[in-house]
């Protein structure tokens, strides 16, 4: 008898014990919310205005829209950026440096592969071009005034 109740008061006991580190644990924050925190303490003069469904919408002086958004069909996680039809160097920088801190690639690397995708659009390509660069899918496309790029990794990779 005194097996059986020694028994029930160590379940008891640990049963309360879980339930305590269950409400004591931290709340975990969605990646994008994460990333977005991140991308303003890291960047200069980059605030983060609200968050709609998945979608995390930033503001920049050298660039007119933009985003991360998370979990999609086909993607983990996406940066967009919109600027002007002919960018200019700061908006190669800071797209470079936002994909380097989302996508944990070197700053460098993602600035050349933005820059590319950019720069190939014109005649002889078009106003849309996709490419693949260090693992990262880069969609770019244009208007007659903007010209935005949107950075994928695959969910699989």
């Known amino acids: 008898m005194t097996l059986n109740l020694n028994v029930r008061g160590a379940i008891l006991v640990a049963a309360a014990i879980a339930g305590l580190v269950a409400l004591v644990s931290p709340a975990r924050a969605d ?5 977005a925190k991140e991308l303003a303490n890291q960047v200069d003069r980059l605030k983060v205005n609200f968050r709609a469904a998945n979608v995390v919408y930033m503001t920049h002086p050298a660039a007119k829209e933009l985003s991360v958004s998370c979990r999609g069909d086909k993607y983990s996680i996406e940066l967009y950026a919109k600027g002007d039809r002919k960018p200019k160097p700061e908006f190669y920088a800071l797209v ?3 994909a380097a801190i989302v996508f944990t690639v070197t700053k460098d690397d993602t600035t050349t592969g933005a820059t590319r995708c950019l720069k190939r659009m014109g005649l002889l390509r078009g106003d849309k071009v996709s490419m693949r660069y260090r693992r990262l899918n880069m969609e770019c496309t244009r208007s007659k005034t903007e010209a935005s790029i949107a950075i994928t990794r695959g969910k699989d990779e």
């Open 96 to 98: 470079g440096s936002m």
């Open 31 to 35: 990646r994008c919310d994460d990333s």
